[in-house]
C-alpha cells in the first residue's frame, strides 16, 4: 500500500485559504486519492477523492499532478470549525478490499 | 449519503468481561467492513479486515482470540474484545464500503472503550 506523507501541522486564520500538500510516491495505477476529516472523539468524515487533474465539491477542492505522486487539498475560506485532523489516503476502490492505511494526519487550527 | 452507524458509543465496564461493538452499514451493503483502533493523540490503526461469510483478516500484531469479529450480513460486522482489560481501553472505529462501485469507504462515529 502506497504510503503518505503530510505536515504534522499547520496553522491557519479564519477566512484564509488553506492547502495540505500529501506525498505519495509509491502511489500505484489503480489507487485513488481521498481525504478525510477527524474531529475529537468522532470518527473520520470524507472529504473529497479523486484519481488525477483536478476535484472540487462544495468543501473542498483536491489538485492532483499528472504524476499523480502528491496531491493538494485545498479548503477555500476557513472557519473556526474546521479545526480538525486531516488524512491524505490512497487505496484502491475496485474489488472488495481497499483497506486503508492512515498515516499521521495533519492538524490544522485555526485561528480567530 | 451513505451512513455507518456504530453502538455503542461508549463502553465502560469492569476487566475480564466481554464487550460487543456493532457496525451497520445503514443504506448500503458492504461485502467488508474494517476495524481500527485510535489511542489519544495518535491516527487510527487498522486492526481487522472484516469479510462476509468468511473468516476476517488480521493486521499484524493484532491478536485474532483477542479481538473476534463476526460479519453475518452485509449490513452488520461485530467486534468482540474478549476479556478486557485496561490495555484494551481505546477508541474503535468501523468503516464501510459500497460494495462494487468507486464510493469512498464511510466511518462509524467510533465506540469508546473504558475498562477498569
Known amino acids: 500500500l502506497a504510503k503518505t506523507t503530510q505536515p504534522i501541522s499547520m496553522d491557519s486564520y479564519e477566512g484564509q485559504e488553506v492547502n495540505i500538500t500529501c506525498s505519495h510516491n509509491n502511489i500505484a495505477t489503480n489507487d485513488y486519492i481521498t481525504w478525510y476529516q477527524q474531529f475529537p472523539s468522532q470518527g473520520p468524515r470524507f472529504i473529497i477523492q479523486?484519481?488525477?487533474t483536478k476535484v472540487t465539491n462544495e468543501v473542498a477542492s483536491l489538485f492532483i499532478p499528472a504524476d499523480r505522486k502528491s496531491s493538494t487539498l485545498s479548503l477555500p475560506r476557513v472557519s473556526l470549525s474546521d479545526t480538525a485532523v486531516y488524512y491524505c489516503?490512497?487505496?484502491?476502490?475496485?474489488?472488495?478490499?481497499?483497506?486503508?492505511?492512515f498515516g499521521q494526519g495533519t492538524t490544522l487550527q485555526v485561528k480567530p | 449519503g451513505a451512513v455507518v452507524s456504530q453502538h455503542p458509543s461508549r463502553v465502560i465496564c469492569k476487566s475480564g468481561t466481554s464487550v460487543k461493538i456493532e457496525c451497520r452499514s445503514l443504506?448500503?451493503?458492504?461485502?467488508?467492513m474494517f476495524w481500527y483502533r485510535q489511542f489519544p493523540k495518535q491516527s487510527l490503526m487498522l486492526m481487522a479486515t472484516s469479510n462476509e461469510g468468511s473468516k476476517a483478516t488480521y493486521e499484524q500484531g493484532v491478536e485474532k482470540d483477542k479481538f473476534l469479529i463476526n460479519h453475518a450480513s452485509l449490513t452488520l460486522s461485530t467486534l468482540t474484545v474478549t476479556s478486557a482489560h485496561p490495555e484494551d481501553s481505546s477508541f474503535y472505529i468501523c468503516?464501510?464500503?459500497?460494495?462494487?462501485?468507486?464510493?469512498?469507504?464511510?466511518f462509524g462515529d467510533g465506540t469508546r472503550l473504558s475498562i477498569l
Open positions: 443504506d448500503f451493503q458492504a461485502t467488508t
Open positions: 489516503l490512497v487505496g484502491a476502490l475496485s474489488g472488495n478490499t481497499g483497506k486503508l492505511i
Open positions: 479523486g484519481y488525477k
Open positions: 468503516s464501510a464500503r459500497d460494495r462494487g462501485s468507486l464510493q469512498p469507504q464511510h
